[in-house]
T-cell receptor
Framework: EAQVTQNPRYLITVTGKKLTVTCSQNMNHEYMSWYRQDPGLGLRQIYYSMNVEVTDKGDVPEGYKVSRKEKRNFPLILESPSPNQTSLYFC?????????????FGEGSWLTVV | AQSVTQLGSHVSVSEGALVLLRCNYSSSVPPYLFWYVQYPNQGLQLLLKYTSAATLVKGINGFEAEFKKSETSFHLTKPSAHMSDAAEYFCAVSTQGGSEKLVFGKGTKLTVNP
């Protein structure tokens, strides 16, 4: 079954304590992205990756880091989380083989920074 | 740059009534357009997508959307609302020729009244 898996699904952390949200896909997709969802703002892209070792900033990259060492994994790193990073985070993946391809989303990770 | 405007952050209909959720887009190139649904406390599920084939697109759960280039619109409709349709709906446009990024509207929360 095609899947994008995120962990953890729910996390409460404290300001400044580094955390990593993992993302893994089993579809051999080239493209992977991270989005955050905030009430009244929809989803906004944080970072994306077009392939292994190729990453670039999205619309709201401040305070986040990513890496793409393996094709299937695309972790999101918050080096020093702050309360304004409290949000619902989605990982996504898609194939580069055709335009307009479906983008698959993970189930989301609820992050609260206190 | 692409953008999406969803008219109405909240829409309320009676069970059995027509559902109409409005989406207008801005794109300098032929767009690829998507509707996603998010049920409470769940991830995103693709309802339907337009990729330059037929302008009337049928999706899951009885939803459909019509691409109207002259109006730059991609409104989502369903002839008869069910209680189970209550959710938040997001319209999105993909970037030029690619599938690596979606630009989302801010979402429309649909309430279905008995």
């Amino acid at each position: 079954e095609a899947q994008v898996t995120q962990n953890p699904r729910y996390l409460i952390t404290v300001t400044g304590k580094k955390l990593t949200v993992t993302c893994s896909q089993n579809m051999n997709h080239e493209y992977m992205s991270w989005y955050r969802q905030d009430p009244g703002l929809g989803l906004r892209q944080i970072y994306y990756s077009m392939n292994v070792e190729v990453t670039d900033k999205g619309d709201v990259p401040e305070g986040y880091k990513v890496s793409r060492k393996e094709k299937r994994n695309f972790p999101l790193i918050l080096e020093s989380p702050s309360p304004n990073q409290t949000s619902l985070y989605f990982c996504a993946s898609s194939s580069s083989r055709a335009s307009g391809n479906t983008i698959y989303f993970g189930e989301g990770s609820w992050l609260t920074v206190v | 740059a692409q953008s999406v405007t969803q008219l109405g952050s909240h829409v309320s209909v009676s069970e059995g009534a027509l559902v109409l959720l409005r989406c207008n887009y801005s794109s300098s190139v032929p767009p690829y357009l998507f509707w996603y649904v998010q049920y409470p406390n769940q991830g995103l599920q693709l309802l339907l997508k337009y990729t330059s084939a037929a302008t009337l697109v049928k999706g899951i759960n009885g939803f459909e959307a019509e691409f109207k280039k002259s109006e730059t619109s991609f409104h989502l409709t369903k002839p008869s609302a069910h209680m189970s349709d209550a959710a938040e709906y997001f319209c999105a446009v993909s970037t030029q020729g690619g599938s690596e990024k979606l630009v989302f509207g801010k979402g429309t929360k649909l309430t279905v009244n008995p």
